[in-house]
């Protein structure tokens, strides 16, 4: 018999005027990750130097298979998504001394219980509920990640990993409302220290964002396998206690971008929730990061219409979907 149990949460609280957090998450302390390999591959590489190595991550189901150990530096991250649903990954590096276990026992329990709140619609006890984090966990780092990625297909994203602990995980909710973080998209990783790399990639097209200006994108893009470099300003906690990350998306022909606009809040029930919208395709993008950030994700690009979106509340309105077409 298989025992689930609680192993990371992440969540950030600022209390007060602000409070934010993230996730929270089980594992399945029988899961084994022993047999992935690390893929070195010189694409798109300067390869004189030591350049980003690509490791690769893959979900068939509800979970994620990579190796337990990194190294530091730049890393190039292929993530294939076997599965029926739609995933991402984002990496939280813990503070010193911090990892699953302290996870599952001070993060956990008040997390899912602001969570259970917040789905029954009182605000007031999530609060309360949130309030039983730890100081430390407010420490947590958003570090970048692999974004959005509709099922069966794969994602590529390159970004910077110091060396720590890590929690990489995936909160898209399956069709019960049920995070997927709690069955089993979750997953510690530690990395070591390493000789400095350099990143060894050009990129094609550059995405600006920040809190007050958006997503600022004004290039004019051709087909083919293309390499976007997102480079982030100013952050900011938007009300659903996210930051502002990029995903880039397919658009069909006559697909209504409200209905993508409004699943991009985890905190709306049907938001961020299997079914993803019709008329879309998610093909990866950069999770977020901290201010002055910098980070890239390869996407395969045809002729028609795509959007660079943030998953936050409402990103229409702030100026974090931006359209545009590529012929
Ligand atoms: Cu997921």
Known sequence: ????????????????????????????????????????????KQDKEKTSDVITVVTNAMEFKTKDEWTSGWKTVKYRNNSNETHFILFDKYPEGKGIEDAEKEIGPPFQEGMDMINAGEFEKANVAFGKLPEWFQKVEFTGGVGLISAKSTAQSTFYLEPGTYIIECYVKMANGV??????????????????TDVGITADYTINIAANEGITFNDNVSPGEKIFKVEFGEQ??????????????????????????????????NGLQTPAPEGFRFIGGMQEMAEGGTGYFTAELRPGNYVLISEIPDPQSKGFLKTFSVK
Do not use: Y
Not at 5 to 25: G, H, K, N, P, Q
Not at 181 to 188: H, I, S
């Open 1 to 44: 018999m298989k025992i689930r149990r609680f192993t990371s949460v992440f969540a950030r609280v600022i209390f007060l005027l602000i409070f934010s957090f993230m996730i929270f998450a089980c594992q399945d302390g029988k899961r084994k990750d022993g047999e992935e390999k690390e893929e070195v591959t010189d694409t798109k």
């Open 179 to 196: 995070f997927h973080n709690t069955q089993g998209m979750a997953k510690e990783i530690k990395v070591t220290q390493a000789d400095s």
């Open 236 to 269: 900011k906690v938007h009300e659903n206690f996210v930051m502002h990350d990029v995903h880039l998306v397919w658009v069909d022909e006559g697909a209504d971008l409200s209905k993508l606009n409004s699943w991009m809040n985890w905190a709306d029930p």
